[in-house]
């Protein structure tokens, strides 16, 4: 069942379909073809007669009425799929454009990397078929704050994987802090969302500290340096005051939109909080909240 790791990691590439250049040719040797398009392609394939099977992203390299190289990508975080079905996603895009397929396993686990990395026996008589593997090993540590500003997705993944260390999340911070106001909300909320449970919690240290700059939206707007000074008391507390109606409405709104069901407790409980930094806390757990009791625990 996809989680919000995988679904994330999907987003990442969606978002940037030449990262899968960057990966394969510049981290892991593929000789590819060179050409600047790039495009997201439909994920099923049909293979008649039996049911239709689909991918988590297939992109293709070259223009649509001459596909150069089509690449699928697959993010496993166990070993459930079986890896015949890879050789058969990369048979059946074969022949559905014709033209070479490689396939990019995109595993968080070591054990995991390992077990998708091995040749597969098709079945098939002289098809026998290896995809690439990008497992926690050859995703780099990156610690140099310029090198994770010129490569803020891989900088994501490095948090992912490498986030219990400070000084990558460190380095990822000051990225940010360099990066266009939309990236660096949506880089944060990747790393976050992919990140393990203590590493979020080290993120959200060190990120809303008073050394280092806050990217969420809610954050940004609500703790954003250069705020007025010298207003009166009254006004002070009136503008908090609306800052907290305004983040309750945010969590019930992103809870909603998840689908997760709001009890009238948990509702007032939201509503009547005035604290913003719970409220930021809250906020920050409704987007990856697998239950509504994640929300306050």
């Known amino acids: 069942m996809p989680s919000p790791r995988h679904d994330t990691l999907v987003k990442l590439f969606h978002d940037r379909p030449s990262l899968v250049v960057d990966i394969l040719r510049d981290l892991m040797g593929v000789n590819l073809p060179v050409t600047p398009l790039i495009q997201i392609e439909k994920t099923t394939f049909n293979t008649r007669p039996s049911d239709d099977i689909e991918a988590d992203l297939v992109l293709t390299m070259g223009p649509p009425q001459a596909i150069a190289h089509a690449v699928i990508v697959e993010i ?47 079945g098939l008589t002289g098809y026998r078929f290896q995809a690439w593997v990008l497992g926690p090993d050859a995703i780099p540590a990156i610690t140099d704050p310029q090198q994770a500003a010129d490569h803020l997705d891989l900088a994501a993944m490095s948090v992912m994987v490498h986030g219990r260390s400070r000084k990558v999340i460190e380095a990822f911070a000051t990225a940010l802090a360099d990066s266009p106001d939309d990236h660096a909300p949506k880089y944060y909320e990747y790393a ?37 000074e010298g207003r009166t008391e009254g006004k002070a507390e009136g503008r908090t005051e609306g800052k907290a109606e305004e983040a309750a409405k945010s969590v019930l709104l992103v809870l909603t939109a998840r689908g997760l069901d709001v009890s009238e407790d948990a509702r007032v409980r939201i509503t009547s909080c005035t604290d913003l930094a719970q409220l930021e806390t809250w906020l920050t757990r409704a987007a990856t909240a697998q239950a509504l009791q994640d929300l306050f625990t």
């Open 76 to 122: 496993q975080q166990d070993r459930s799929k079986d890896p015949r079905q890879l050789a058969r996603y990369a048979a059946s895009l074969w022949l559905m454009l014709k033209c070479d397929v490689t396939v990019l396993v995109i595993c968080p686990d070591r054990k995991d990397a390992i077990y998708y990395a091995e040749p597969i026996d098709s």
């Open 192 to 228: 976050f969302s992919m990140a393990a449970p203590e590493i979020q919690r080290l993120m959200e240290e060190i990120m809303t500290s008073t050394d280092w700059p806050v990217y969420s939206p809610f954050a940004r707007e609500h703790y954003g340096r250069g705020l007025e």
